[in-house]
C-alpha cells in the first residue's frame, strides 16, 4: 500500500504512483491511497485491505509517520535532503531506524540514511518514456534551457547559469537562454534585471510535466547547475534532467549528485569547471550532429537506467531482500483488483 506525500504529481508521480503501476505489471498487488483522504480513511483502508506493507514516500505528509502504520511493515522513501531541515531531521531519523527498509533517490541522501538504517538502497527517480516524436536538431533553435522550477529560490546556480550567459554571450554565440518558473511580469523584470537587460532571455511559467516535456522538443541544449556550497542542493537528483532525456536535449551538468555515475563522455557534459561548461555549449550550438549523437547515447542509457520501469525492477528487488515478496498463490485479491490506481 503506497502513500504519497502529495497530489499525483512530482516526485509523488514518479516514485509513488508509477512504480506502483509498474509492480502491478510485474506481478505485485498494489494499492495507491491518495493523500488527501484523513487518518480515519487510510485506518479503514488497512483494516479492509490487510496490506503486507507499507510504502511511505517522503514524509512532508503529516500521516506519513512510524507512529502511523499500525505495526504493518513499511519501507520509507526519500529522494530529497529534507533532514537538512531542522523541523524534519528529528522524525525523519526516526523514520528511517522504524523502516524495514529505506529507498534513497542519490548517494547523497543514501549516506544519511545509512548512519540510521543499513537497510538502505540508492534508486534514482525513473519516468516512463513517451512515444512523441523527437525532432532532428538540425530543425531546433539555439534554445538553451535551464528547466529549475524556482530559479530564484537556488540563488548560487542562479548566479552560475548567470555568470555562463554572460561568457557565453561575450563568445559571441547566438541564443536564447529559456528560464522556467517564471509566473508573471514582475518575475520576469526581476529576472531579466539580474542578467543585465539581456534581450535574449526567454522565460516560461511552471507548469504539469506533460506540458514541460512538450515545450523541450525545440530545446538545442539542457542545463544542470547544482552548487555543493547549498548542503540541500546536494541532495537532488537527476530531477529536469528527465525531460531532456527523453526529449533527446544533450545535457551539461555540474559534478553533483549522481550525474558522473549515469554520464559518460559520449553522452553529456559533467563538469563544475564554467570554462568547460562554455567550451561545450559552443561546441554543441555549432554542430547539430554532435547534439543528435550526445542526445541519442543519453537516451539509449535512460532507457535501461532511468525509465520507470528500470526503477520498478529496483525496487522490486530490494523488496524481495527485505522479504515483502508475496508467493505466487496470494497474488488474487478481487478487491484490490477492482480499485487498481483509480484514487
Known sequence: MFFPSSVKEGASLLRAYNIAAELRQMGWQTLVVPAQLELVQRKRLIR???PDALFFQQCRHALNDAALSFDVPFVLDIDDADFLSPHMRDRLARMCREARGVIAGSRFVADWCRQHNARTKVVWTGTPLHSRPRPNHAD??????????SPTGYPAELDFVRRFHERLTARGAQFQLRLYGIDDAAQRQDIVERFGGATNIETRPLMDYDAFLSSLQDVAIGLSPIMSSSPFSRGK??????GYLDAKVPVIASDEADHALFFS?????????????IEAALALLADPERRNAMADAAFEAYRHRLSTRAAAQRVDGFLRDLGLHLPAAARSSPAIEAIGLSS
Do not use: H
Open 48 to 50: 479492509v485491505f490487510r
Open 265 to 277: 563522455a559520449s553522452s553529456g557534459v559533467v563538469s563544475n569547471d564554467l570554462d568547460e561548461w
Open 140 to 149: 531546433r533553435p539555439p534554445v538553451i534551457a535551464w528547466a529549475q522550477a
Open 237 to 242: 537528483s537527476f530531477g529536469k534532467i528527465l
